[in-house]
């Protein structure tokens, strides 16, 4: 079955993932909160005029870049929007110092305090003139173990060799653990050249989650945007998946859509029952297992990085849209609300289904759009 082919039936399968009841969160947000709007499943709308600027997530660059494209075409032709994909943690620290108008990022905002610094909720507080940033779950993306060894067309992982792996304490290609995993494959005695996200990064923080939740153990470090892990590091997802590309025997970390940009091989994930292939049907599944996390208009949610769920692939990640509930300028305000409303529009997801991202479920998907509706 082709890539596309899948991409269509995972789209099925994440929108019917009712589980999640993101009603669970709280009370929708008051739509009089923006008396007048038109915008909805569409992003309809009267169109502002000016400039938006945003950073963060790579994770979402190709697909941020996409609804850049057909916002200006189908809806805005006069809104510049300049996204700069610098690493999650880079753009909650430009969101938080007031440089972008919103932030993408691959985790939602830290509530608790780290080193002794300020949360990064409360930070984003202040730049928001005292009214709480949402977090508002926008893209949707698996993250591929993705390696490069000639002749290895199939590689299957499980959580212990994975982490053991990216721990570093298994280091040749042809150990045992991989062995045992990949009966008759022609494993090389070649060290793994391992790579990982030198910038602070979300989509580390979750390859880390899964890491600790699957790894039985074997992982040391805490999760976190830093890697704490081995290997070479390489700036931001492209850093990656072209030192994987130009070095034989090596492995990482990445979002599908840059293993595929780059064809590199995708590790299967045996979570107990056999391995499982990264399609957009079986990421789709691992979001069932996702439960609300925050409250009211904060739309974070918090996955299950150690499910077991049958024919579930356990790497996924949520890249959220960090903005102001209040706090910016009407202008700046306007500006927001217009692109992000495209964003969740079903026009704007529909886009990335070719991309190798899956759309939102209509039940988050609606959510969304009423918290960016209230945005005032």
Do not use: H
């Amino acid at each position: 079955m082709s890539v596309n082919r899948l991409l269509r039936v995972g789209t099925v399968a994440v929108a019917s993932l009712g589980v999640l009841a993101l009603s669970a969160c709280g009370s929708d947000p008051e739509s009089s909160a923006n008396p007048g709007s038109t915008s909805s499943s569409n992003g309809g709308g009267d169109c502002p005029k000016g400039t938006l600027n945003a950073e963060g997530s790579s994770a979402q660059k190709n697909a941020i870049e996409e609804v850049i494209s057909k916002y200006n075409t189908d809806k805005c032709t006069d809104v510049k929007v300049n996204y700069n994909p610098t690493g999650s943690g880079a753009g909650i620290k430009q969101f938080n110092a007031g440089q972008v108008d919103f932030a993408g990022s691959d985790s939602a905002l830290k509530t608790e305090a780290k080193d002794g610094g300020e949360a990064e909720a409360a930070a984003a507080a202040k730049r928001c003139q005292g009214s709480p940033a949402l977090n508002l779950p926008m893209v949707i993306g698996p993250v591929a173990i993705a390696y490069n060894v000639e002749g290895l067309e199939k590689l299957v992982v499980d959580g212990p060799t994975a982490a053991k792996i990216f721990q570093g304490t298994i280091k040749t290609w042809n150990d045992p653990a991989i062995v045992k995993l990949n009966p008759g494959a022609k494993l090389p005695s070649a060290p793994i050249a391992v790579f990982f996200r030198s910038d602070e990064s979300g989509t580390t923080e979750n390859f880390a989650k899964y890491l600790e939740a699957a790894g039985g153990g074997a992982w040391t470090g805490k999760p976190g945007k830093k890697w704490t892990g081995t290997g070479a590091g390489k700036e931001k997802s492209a850093g990656v998946a072209e030192g994987v590309k130009s070095t034989k025997n090596s492995i990482t970390y990445v979002e599908w859509s840059y293993a595929v940009d780059n064809k590199l091989g995708v590790a299967s994930v045996d979570t107990g029952s056999g391995p499982i292939d990264l399609t957009a049907e079986t990421a789709g599944k691992a979001l069932a297992a996702a439960k609300p996390a925050g409250t009211g208009s904060d739309l974070a949610l918090k996955l299950d990085f150690g499910t077991k769920a049958p024919g579930a692939y356990p790497i996924v990640l949520v890249t959220y849209e960090i903005a102001c509930s209040k706090g910016l300028p009407a202008e700046k305000t306007a500006l927001v609300k217009s692109f992000l409303s495209y964003f969740a529009s079903t026009d704007g997801q529909s886009s990335l289904t070719e991309l190798n991202y899956a759309p939102l479920p209509e039940e988050i998907r609606t959510k969304v759009d009423a918290a960016i509706q209230a945005i005032s």
